[in-house]
């Protein structure tokens, strides 16, 4: 196989150059977009793959050469694969646009028709019932206060159905208009939009920016700052964040010749909620580990996980009755050099193969303080930023 990398010149929307059948993963039209399906490899198998691709790369940047897109489960003993495009296209930091065609593909990138009107009708039907839900938080909550562990997320589905197939490229352009500054992606029928950074590596610099503690958002400047003053303030946020922080920053740490975090928590809002959220940053010491490396040791994090982690896992497992598949995951790239981008994977919808079924997923963090029927309004908050987009789809 070979790649070859060009500098564009031509002005591109990576949302247009995916499409409705394309890979995304973008954030701020920083990112990459990709038609077409060279070569499925497992990802246990992808930094010798890519490596082994025969490269012509004219722009040497992160993302640039031989690429690939995957979607890790949350199971972390569960087998996933990565996708390597026929054409990929890239937008940089600083600008910078390029396109890699793998094998001579001659895919056109060209915008696809705009989406077009449609009348569609639409159910929602919950997946575990409140019921269970509320129990498995009871149950999540007894066991922190009992110490047993420190913190477990509990998460739901809900299932909508539609009448006529769900609309890809235009679910992707209204969680751009409104979670622009999310990771939006959309790999193999898997889409959403992230607000969370679980780990990027571009050389040997490695940033990760973990989210933990929420609150709604109304759309009221007043009523808003009011709610955001109170999750700085809540014991019980500031806790579940604190845990998910020194994780990451422990295992990070390792690979790390320093590694730096911002003192306070500070306030992550997009549409539909608020953060409190934490920028982990440093170098990597030589040779820096391959990005997945990373992910591996990071995924799933306390804030989709719990912790300690396996005893969170075995809780979730027993009272939870969610398939979480790809939710609580990671979603992203990998080049060959070992860079990447990974958000971790929430704010997201599942797509059966006739798309007319969207299966979504929320959950919180449940500490000794927590309420269930709040935590069951904090999961009905997040997930409006995917139900807004579909239920228009």
């Not at 149950?139 to 997320?153: E, L, M, S």
């Not at 992707?172 to 607000?195: E, K, M």
């Amino acid at each position: 196989m070979r790649a070859v990398t060009r500098p564009l010149d031509q002005p591109v929307d990576l949302n247009d150059v995916a499409g409705p059948d394309g890979s995304l993963f973008v954030r701020d039209g920083v990112g990459l977009a990709a038609r077409g399906v060279s070569a499925v490899v497992e990802s246990g198998d992808i930094a010798r793959f890519l490596a082994a691709i025969e490269t012509d790369d004219a722009v040497c940047a992160p993302g640039t050469g031989p690429v690939a897109l995957g979607v890790k489960p949350f199971d972390p003993n569960g087998s996933w694969s990565l996708v390597v495009p026929r054409v990929v296209v890239g937008k940089g930091p600083d600008g910078q646009q390029w396109i890699t065609r793998f094998d001579g593909a001659d895919d056109d990138i060209s915008a696809p028709p705009p989406p077009q009107p449609r009348v569609s009708t639409f159910t929602i039907e919950p997946g575990v019932s409140e019921a269970t839900y509320l129990a498995a938080v009871t149950a999540a909550r007894d066991a922190v206060r009992a110490g047993r562990i420190t913190k477990a997320v509990i998460a739901r589905d809900v299932f909508v159905r539609s009448s006529q197939p769900i609309d890809v490229h235009a679910t992707l352009l209204r969680l751009r208009a409104s979670f622009g500054s999310s990771y939006r992606y959309s790999i193999d029928g898997f889409i959403g939009a992230s607000p969370e950074l679980l780990v990027a590596r571009s050389g040997d610099v490695v940033r990760s920016h973990p989210l933990a503690g929420t609150a709604p958002r109304v759309g009221d400047p007043v009523v808003d700052a009011r709610l955001a003053e109170a999750l700085v303030a809540s014991t019980k946020n500031q806790i579940e964040h604190r845990i998910v922080i020194e994780m990451v920053h422990d295992t990070l740490l390792p690979w790390c010749s320093y590694l730096d975090w911002e003192p306070e928590p500070s306030i992550v809002q997009v549409a539909n909620v608020a953060h409190l959220g934490t920028l982990v940053e440093g170098r990597l010491s030589s040779p820096p580990p391959h990005v997945l490396d990373l992910v591996n040791a990071l995924c799933p994090t306390p804030a989709l996980g719990g912790y300690p982690r396996d005893e969170a896992l075995r809780l979730i497992a027993e009272v939870e009755h969610v398939d979480r598949g790809p939710y609580g995951g990671a979603v992203g790239w990998v080049d060959a050099q070992g860079n990447g981008t990974w958000a971790v994977a929430i704010r997201c919808a599942r797509l059966s193969p006739d798309r007319h079924t969207a299966r979504l997923y929320a959950g919180g963090g449940i500490v000794a303080d927590s309420d269930p029927l709040a935590e069951l309004a904090e999961t009905q908050a997040k997930m409006q930023a995917m139900l807004s987009a579909l239920i228009r789809a």
